[in-house]
């Protein structure tokens, strides 16, 4: 049977493949988070319109479109969610296994103007932090990517 599957399987190559493998595999969504930090070290936090009451500040974080790489996910959404230009650094985290999530993390670096400009729709507020004034209700893996610990 092994034989069989095989034989077919090196038939049907190309695009017929790839529909295949998609519709029997799980599909994830990636949510995508920038750590973008300023010239003086101090970390963008956003208080998100949309996140429960208690826990509302996070880093920036979005999902990446069909086709984005996710370093330019972060760019995208900063620049949504504030106003501001970044541009993207390392990849400090990548998990999945959240339901149907993939979880990627990258540092950033604020390029030009450090005022924000919110989109209120999304965002209440957007401030800069240093690591040792973090604000309460900050998103626990959020705030151990800034201070560099990695989420489990």
């Given at each position: 049977?092994?034989?069989?599957?095989?034989?077919?399987?090196?038939m049907i190559r190309g695009p017929l493949q790839w529909r295949v493998l998609w519709l029997a595999h799980?599909?994830?969504?990636?949510?995508?988070?920038?750590?973008?930090r300023d010239d003086a070290g101090r970390v963008l936090v956003l208080r998100h319109r949309?996140?429960?009451a208690?826990?509302?500040w996070g880093l920036p974080t979005g999902y990446a479109n069909a086709g984005e790489e996710f370093a330019q996910t972060v760019v995208r959404e900063?620049?949504?969610?504030?106003?501001l230009d970044v541009k993207p650094?390392?990849?400090?985290?990548?998990r999945s296994g959240y339901r149907l999530r993939v979880e990627v993390a990258y540092e950033a670096r604020l390029?030009?103007?450090?005022?924000?400009?919110?989109?209120s729709f999304e965002i209440l507020e957007a401030k800069w932090f240093s690591v040792d004034s973090l604000p309460e209700g900050l998103q626990?893996?959020?705030r151990e990517l800034i201070t560099g610990s990695t989420p489990a």
């Open positions: 049977m092994k034989r069989i599957i095989a034989r077919v399987w090196r799980s599909k994830f969504m990636v949510g995508v988070t920038g750590v973008v949309m996140w429960p208690e826990r509302q900063v620049k949504e969610e504030t106003g650094g390392r990849l400090v985290h990548l390029v030009g103007d450090a005022t924000p400009r919110i989109d626990e893996s959020h």
